[in-house]
């Protein structure tokens, strides 16, 4: 009953296996079909749909909406057989496995199977793992670690295991995240057990171990099944001559997939949360946003009977991070942090870039790729390699929607923390039409060249560049007499968003600044006053006003100053200003953006590089290096995004920034700017601390910070 599926091109093999293709290996074939999506990712754990006759394009206000119901929170993916869906939701204080109709959303069963788990760290709450259907069975974990199985139609318990008891497994920090695997006549997962039980195999029908394997943390992501190479044959490869590749926290392992036996291991893509990505039977691809890692194809191959594998290329601008990248006829389309990309798989080069989703998901089908924004919205993508081409958008949902879409026979399916949407995405029939494509204005932005190569425009001298710009954002003499600003508006992390303000102050002895927003249901305050800086932050477990070290070498002080300045700090070049030098790099290119780029290096040796629009003379991006407590406090790459600029009192001031470093994004959406408002010194003093409280131990606070896990808890969706 198997079958070979070659369903991507790649290069000189001109063909690429999906081994979970082999439909044989996935269950049983009589009880799954082409249209279902029965597993994390679909049948083959790899994004794809294998269906046609979709829609090309979606009217303004989205593809034809089939149903909608309320659905309790958690990260789980919809899985559908036949005509019934299975999920996850946190509902009446339980994590309970549900099943509904397809073509109603109306429920059929629901069994409970957790505690109320509720993540301590504020990212989300109720189960991450996705079920797997298969043989009239449905798998699936708990966030506190419990796997069982049920009977897809009754939702009978047929068997569990808590990896707890049984393995001596520790839940993660932000809960079980990993979905279970069926292949052939068994069922996979990763643990996280000790003595050699960090990934099982347990039997389907009776849950009975059948292999164990590995020690170490479970990590969040799912493994994904591939051919290998060298197996003898023309045909496919058997179950016994595959690869079970893993990102485990550790780096990545290769199990065989019988008996657990490791193959080979590669340290790559270190805490990835993404998928690996099979690109051909012998290469895939690998990427993290730890640290900002990237993305790296992988080869593998077999020399004497031994396996080894090797990197191909890497890309440090493809940064999957809790959602998984696809492979389409050669080329790679995902998300480096928040922007959709597409490479070329063979060389890793750059072909587009779009900004406009956040940190998203996506699946493709039929030559598009359906696309879900971590904030709600959905849009239809052409998979073409030569330019973006946005073919439709709509907002689907309002929450945070970290969980990855699913296409089965002619539905989309998403899902947020309190909502599960159907979608028909089928072709209108012949008298019907869905009409012509209507896309928001500055929404569509297409890259015909890679950002690796320089674009056109004609670069001064650098004291000609930096008078340009001080020109465009308003004036030097004007930004030297501003005295104070106060900018509202929504701030964005984690996909929750929020007011904030923002104030600055300058006084004869010293610039004075604060920013308060929420994050994560605390709030946050980032400040500067006559003493020095201060802040709190819940995140790292800063509730109380402690002050921060502001001296060149340590860790978060001087970014944060330099998030507090009021005037841009290319405007200092302008001003003469001692310790700053800027050196013009050239021509540049950003997303599809040609820019002239600068390099500035300031008085304590840090370096940042500018890129500027040639036309406008304003920012596009800068690019810096900063620490970040909750990613483990090492040093990472920081881009900012700078966009719609507007003048208010004959200034030019950004109204939307965004913010990436490793796997974190955040984002700035200024509504209402005040210049040389009245503002007090009292607004920006610390406030002492309760009487009850001892002295500050920020330092201390801030080490045990940077020994924290790295990913914000967007376990494998």
Partial sequence: MSRWIENQKLGRRGWMVSLIGLVGLLGSVELTTAADWPAFRGAAGDGIARETGLARAWPEDGPPELWRRTIGEGYSGIVVVGDRLFTTELTRGEQRVVSFGTADGQPIWSYSFGTDYQDASGFGNGARSTPAVADGRVFTASADSVLVALDASSGELLWRSDFKEAFGAAVPRFGFGASPMVIGDQVVIETGGTEGRGVVAFDPTSGEVKWTSQDGPASYATPVLMAGSGHGSDGPPTLAESHLVLNRRSGLVALAPLTGELLWQHASALDAIAMPVVLGPDRFLTSSAAMGDGGHVIAIQQREGQWSAEKVWSNARFRNHFNTSVAVDGFIYGFDNATLRCLDGTTGEARWAHRGFGKGSLVTADGLLFVLGDQGQLGLVAADPTE???????????????????????????????????????????????????????????????????????????????????AARGGFERWTKLKALRLTGSY??????????????????????????????????????????????????VTEPQRLDAEPGSAYGPQLLRRAELKP??????????????????????????????????????????????????????????????????????????????????????????????ARLEEVQVEAVEVDPTLGRERFRMPPAPASEQPSEGADDQKEASGQEQDEGESER
């Fill in 569 to 662: 700090l290319l405007l200092q070049a302008r001003g003469g200003e001692s310790g700053l030098q800027v050196k013009l790099l050239g021509a540049g290119i950003v997303g599809d953006t040609p820019t002239v780029d600068l390099e500035l290096t300031l008085a304590e040796g840090r370096k940042e590089i500018w890129h500027l629009d040639p036309e406008t003379w304003l920012e596009v991006a800068v690019d810096s290096t900063i620490h970040d407590f909750s990613q483990m406090g090492e040093p990472m790459d920081e881009r900012i995004f700078y966009g719609d600029f507007r003048d208010v009192g004959g200034l030019k001031i950004p109204h939307r920034i965004a913010y990436e470093f490793g």
């Fill in 388 to 470: 973006l081409r946005l073919l439709g958008k709509v907002q689907a949902m309002e929450g945070k929607s970290w969980t990855s879409p699913t296409l089965a026979d002619g539905r989309l399916y998403v899902r947020d923390h309190d909502e599960l949407v159907a979608f028909d995405v089928r072709r209108p029939s012949a008298s019907g039409s869905a009409g012509r494509a209507q896309v928001a204005a500055g929404e569509v932005d297409t890259q015909r060249k890679p950002e690796t190569q320089q674009a056109t425009a004609s670069p001064k001298d650098a004291g000609e560049v930096v008078a340009a710009y001080a």
């Fill in 492 to 541: 964005s992390a984690f996909s929750q968003e929020a007011p904030f303000e923002q104030l600055h102050l300058s006084t004869p002895d010293g610039h004075l600044f604060r920013l308060e927003f929420e994050s994560l249901g605390g709030r946050v305050t980032w400040a500067k006053d006559e003493e020095g800086l201060w802040w709190i932050f819940p995140l790292l477990g």
